[in-house]
């Protein structure tokens, strides 16, 4: 078997996922219709024009205008059961979704609607497709840490529903430092920590996430390469990182995806996972994100396998239910 086929078929995990990235542009318009809430878009193709980023903040000024017309309970049940659908298909038998509350508690819709339509999906999803998930409740770095601890507080009648907290939307000029605070408090909370860091802020944005906030993983993580210091810390520490390659190109962070580091940081001894990170706004699903850097990069069959093998090694499952995949 090679590699292409290989990934298609085997059981795979995803460990970095929006789910308002997961937001494709036809839901997107029936859902705008049933709330009769405009969208300055007259198309679904005018839409999927505007995806071209030429940055991080690009892509977040859309994301956030799209998440506009989720309002309903319903409308984050149909938005989370459109990507588990997409997990069925392509063998995705865990995923570890990041949901970003303030989002939509700046609009007035309340936490507790927001928890719950996902809740309803992810229970569907297990009973019809089998398919296992947790929550990663991601803090907005752009807002203050008082509003972070404010989003702390209204998620604690749901903290059975919850695992871990994250950190992400513009990286720049809003360090990890900025939420240690919080973060302390979250993990006595009992959530687990992660954090987006290095995507488009320096190597020291991942030191800081490390030592401040003291993450489980590192969401992306790529400019660590411009640290051998740091790397060979990462490496010693077997520290995870969600890489997403084709949220990289999208936004520009990597030119091409011939360019990309990902063979790089395996030969490093790094421990990457593959992952979608937007994939309605990115132009693929995790398969495809697979897909594109086997072709591209010339990735063998032995470091797929190891890919997906990282995949369920570095996600939050139990380790009795890890052992199934490994
Ligand atoms: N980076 C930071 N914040 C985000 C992203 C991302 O890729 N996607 C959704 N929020
Ligand atoms: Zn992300």
Same mark, same amino acid.
């Given at each position: 078997?090679?590699?292409?086929?290989?990934?298609?078929?085997?059981?795979?995990?995803?460990?970095?996922?929006?789910?308002?990235?997961?937001?494709?542009?036809?839901?997107?318009?029936?859902?705008?219709?049933?709330?009769?809430?405009?969208?300055?878009?007259?198309?679904?193709?005018?839409?999927?024009?505007?995806?071209?980023?030429?940055?991080?903040?690009?892509?977040?000024?859309?994301?956030?205008?799209?998440?506009?017309?989720?309002?309903?309970?319903?409308?984050?049940?149909?938005?989370?059961?459109?990507?588990?659908?997409?997990?069925?298909?392509?063998?995705?038998?865990?995923?570890?979704?990041?949901?970003?509350?303030?989002?939509?508690?700046?609009?007035?819709?309340?936490?507790?609607?927001?928890?719950?339509?996902?809740?309803?999906?992810?229970?569907?999803?297990?009973? @019809?497709?089998?398919?296992?998930?947790? &929550? !990663?409740? *991601?803090?907005?770095?752009?807002? =203050? +840490?008082?509003?972070?601890?404010?989003?702390?507080? @209204?998620?604690?009648?749901?903290?059975? &529903? !919850?695992? *871990?907290?994250?950190?992400?939307? =513009? +990286?720049?000029?809003?360090?990890?430092?900025?939420?240690?605070?919080?973060?302390?408090?979250?993990?006595?909370?009992?959530?687990?920590?992660?954090?987006?860091?290095?995507?488009?802020?320096?190597?020291?944005?991942?030191?800081?996430?490390?030592?401040?906030?003291?993450?489980?993983?590192?969401?992306?993580?790529?400019?660590?390469?411009?640290?051998?210091?740091?790397?060979?810390?990462?490496?010693?520490?077997?520290?995870?990182?969600?890489?997403?390659?084709?949220?990289?190109?999208?936004?520009?962070?990597?030119?091409?995806?011939?360019?990309?580091?990902?063979?790089?940081?395996?030969?490093?001894?790094?421990?990457?996972?593959?992952?979608?990170?937007?994939?309605?706004?990115?132009?693929?699903?995790?398969?495809?994100?697979?897909?594109?850097?086997?072709?591209?990069?010339?990735?063998?069959?032995?470091?797929?396998?190891?890919?997906?093998?990282?995949?369920?090694?570095?996600?939050?499952?139990?380790?009795?239910?890890?052992?199934?995949?490994?």
């Amino acid at each position: 078997m090679n590699a292409l086929e290989y990934i298609k078929k085997v059981p795979k995990a995803e460990l970095h996922l929006h789910i308002e990235g997961s937001f494709e542009p036809e839901l997107m318009f029936e859902i705008a219709q049933r709330n009769k809430i405009e969208i300055p878009y007259s198309s679904i193709g005018e839409l999927k024009k505007a995806y071209q980023f030429g940055n991080l903040q690009d892509f977040l000024d859309i994301y956030y205008a799209g998440a506009n017309v989720l309002i309903h309970e319903q409308d984050f049940y149909d938005l989370t059961m459109a990507y588990f659908k997409h997990c069925a298909e392509e063998n995705i038998v865990h995923t570890e979704i990041m949901f970003d509350p303030q989002t939509h508690t700046k609009r007035g819709v309340a936490f507790s609607t927001v928890i719950n339509g996902i809740q309803r999906a992810r229970e569907d999803a297990e009973r @019809q497709y089998g398919i296992s998930s947790l &929550l !990663i409740m *991601s803090y907005l770095r752009h807002l =203050s +840490e008082e509003d972070a601890f404010e989003t702390l507080q @209204q998620s604690l009648p749901f903290r059975h &529903l !919850i695992k *871990s907290v994250g950190l992400d939307s =513009s +990286e720049k000029g809003n360090p990890p430092s900025k939420f240690r605070k919080v973060f302390e408090a979250s993990v006595k909370e009992g959530y687990i920590p992660v954090a987006h860091a290095g995507e488009e802020g320096p190597a020291e944005y991942i030191c800081e996430a490390l030592d401040l906030l003291k993450v489980a993983r590192i969401d992306h993580g790529n400019n660590c390469l411009t640290d051998p210091k740091l790397v060979e810390r990462l490496v010693e520490e077997k520290m995870a990182l969600t890489v997403c390659p084709l949220s990289n190109t999208a936004l520009r962070n990597v030119d091409d995806i011939k360019n990309h580091p990902l063979k790089k940081m395996l030969d490093l001894g790094l421990q990457v996972t593959v992952n979608s990170d937007d994939p309605a706004y990115f132009g693929g699903y995790l398969t495809q994100n697979y897909i594109s850097c086997i072709e591209a990069l010339d990735l063998s069959l032995e470091q797929v396998k190891q890919l997906v093998r990282n995949s369920f090694q570095y996600s939050f499952l139990p380790e009795e239910m890890k052992e199934k995949f490994l």
